[in-house]
């Protein structure tokens, strides 16, 4: 009886392990933890975007001056434009600022003018009907080229020249600043930081002031004579910001056309660290 009793009890153990085992057979595999789920489809990073290369351009040239007109004073057109490869936008812009510039007498003041050939076109006719040598020694220039550019910014001089008589012409130089990477134009707010637009002009009035006893050696006439301004002319350098003033803006025709630098070590938080720690291209 005990030997059955035994018997029965080993025989029910033994088929409660065989059903242990097969319910863990049937089991379906269990699914990885998240960490593993997202380190096996894990993309790696894409390489970073190779560094801008240094922008170039070739030169074109347009050059007018009256029909039959001999002498070294005759009116005279002289343009040498840069233009660069594979950049239609960045080409178009500039060509149009020079247009307005030398149709405006060194002012970007609205000019219809729609081309530089009709630009020089128009400056020759107007020497043309000026009685007898009247327009002796007219002279209209304007030439661009790359100033400089960091990282994927390039800045762009253009330069510009009247001369229809008196005492002097009257140059013009402005810098415009172009994204290579995103195609587009930017301007002095681009750079600097939201909500720093004071920061920023505070800093200028006091490079402005530097520069009044660096340059200027100015007394309170001066000062008020030529008070500090705002410009949007600017480009970026190892030494800060930069700001191009024109002739006749915070100084007299003798002075020509100031630059403020505002010092990089001061603009931390001010202008977008971005544009500051570009580097040129090699």
């Known amino acids: ?30 699914a990885p933890a ?25 030169s074109e040239t347009l050059q007018r ?11 005279k057109v002289d343009i040498d434009l840069e233009v660069y490869a594979q950049q239609d936008a960045l080409n178009q812009a500039v060509r149009a600022q020079l247009i307005r510039q030398l149709a405006g007498n060194g002012k970007d003041d609205g000019s219809q003018a729609t081309s530089l050939e009709a630009v020089a076109a128009g400056f020759i006719a107007d020497a043309a009907n000026l009685p007898d040598q009247g327009a ?10 790359l100033l400089d550019q960091r990282g994927s910014l390039a800045t762009i001089k253009i330069d510009s020249y009247e001369f229809t008589g008196g005492a002097h012409g009257m140059p013009a130089t402005h810098w415009l600043n172009w994204d290579l990477a995103a195609n587009q134009r930017v301007r002095l707010a681009d750079v600097i930081e939201p909500g720093q637009q004071d920061a920023f002009w505070a800093l200028a009035e006091q490079a402005h002031d530097q520069w009044l006893k660096d340059e200027a050696d100015a007394d309170d006439d ?43 070590e001061q603009l931390s938080g001010i202008v977008k660290e971005r544009y500051l720690s570009a580097d040129k291209p090699s």
């Open 1 to 30: 009886m005990r030997l059955s009793l035994f018997t029965a009890l080993a025989l029910l153990l033994a088929l409660a392990g065989c059903d242990n085992g097969n319910d863990n057979a049937d089991k379906a595999p269990q």
């Open 34 to 58: 998240q960490s593993e789920q997202s380190e096996s489809s894990h993309q790696p990073p894409a390489s970073p975007a190779p560094p801008q290369a240094r922008l170039e351009g070739k």
């Open 222 to 264: 001066f000062r008020k004579a030529w008070p500090f301004q705002k410009t949007s002319d600017f480009r970026i350098t190892d030494d800060g910001i930069v700001l191009l003033y024109g002739a006749y803006t915070i100084g007299p025709y003798v002075m020509g056309m100031p630059e403020l630098t505002l010092p990089r």
């Open 65 to 75: 001056q009256p029909d039959q007109c001999q002498s070294k004073e005759c009116p």
């Open 136 to 145: 002796n020694g007219w002279e209209l220039t304007g030439e661009t080229g």
